[in-house]
T-cell receptor, first 113, second 111 residues
Framework: DSGVTQTPKHLITATGQRVTLRCSPR?????VYWYQQSLDQGLQFLIQ???????AKGNILERFSAQQFPDLHSELNLSSLELGDSALYFC????????????FGNGTRLTVT | DAKTTQPPSMDCAEGRAANLPCNHS???????VYWYRQIHSQGPQYIIH???NNETNEMASLIITEDRKSSTLILPHATLRDTAVYYC????????????FGTGTRLQVTL
């Protein structure tokens, strides 16, 4: 158990809809990261937050947004969903940036129909 | 990130040591080498990381060559539960956040 909690585990929704994925980092970790893993692609970095502030951005679509709250949990919002957004979404956390390793949750499997 | 090269797949008998190689010949002096694994569709699991010296923890050992151009992850007594895809990553210094996961090595542990 990595200590990173993601909810929900599974999500099925229709095209055009909006969903929110939630992540609780390990106790004491200030950084939260979001990754997407599609069937035909590897793990893709989306975005990082550190202590409530956006720290780094990857290949995140404009339809997607995230935030980190004062209690350090994070939410990833996906809107105007398309079939191609179906994927596993992983959250990870670390003590701080730099060399600290990331610890991943078990993901949310999103299916867009 | 330094480009890393791993064999696409390896087999290992249960109880034997699994030695997973990684080539990172373009690594710079300050880039750490990280190893993660992903079992089926679970979240990637951090295994170990190192800079210059060999490292060991409860899961594995990491051997880094003196010139730092390659490394080997060693699982001393592989079990069936070690069957997974193993990723070797060498992100730019200070960018451990933007880990770039390649295709990794699919390790199959067999009876």
């Amino acid at each position: 158990d990595s200590g990173v909690t993601q909810t929900p585990k599974h999500l099925i929704t229709a095209t055009g809809q909006r969903v929110t994925l939630r992540c609780s980092p390990r106790s004491g970790d200030l950084s939260v990261y979001w990754y997407q893993q599609s069937l035909d692609q590897g793990l893709q970095f989306l975005i990082q937050y550190y202590n409530g502030e956006e720290r780094a951005k990857g290949n995140i679509l404009e339809r997607f947004s995230a935030q980190q709250f004062p209690d350090l949990h994070s939410e990833l919002n996906l809107s105007s969903l398309e079939l191609g957004d179906s994927a596993l979404y992983f959250c990870a956390s670390s003590r701080q940036g730099g060399a600290s390793p990331l610890h991943f949750g078990n993901g949310t499997r999103l299916t867009v129909t | 990130d330094a480009k890393t090269t791993q064999p696409p797949s390896m087999d290992c008998a249960e109880g034997r040591a699994a030695n997973l190689p990684c080539n990172h010949s373009t690594i710079s002096g300050n880039e750490y080498v990280y190893w993660y694994r992903q079992i089926h569709s679970q979240g990637p699991q951090y295994i170990i990381h190192g800079l210059k010296n060999n490292e060991t923890n409860e899961m594995a050992s990491l051997i880094i060559t003196e010139d730092r151009k390659s490394s080997t992850l060693i699982l001393p007594h592989a079990t069936l539960r070690d069957t997974a895809v193993y990723y070797c990553i060498a992100p730019l210094t200070g960018t451990a956040s933007k880990l770039t996961f390649g295709t990794g090595t699919r390790l199959q542990v067999t009876l």
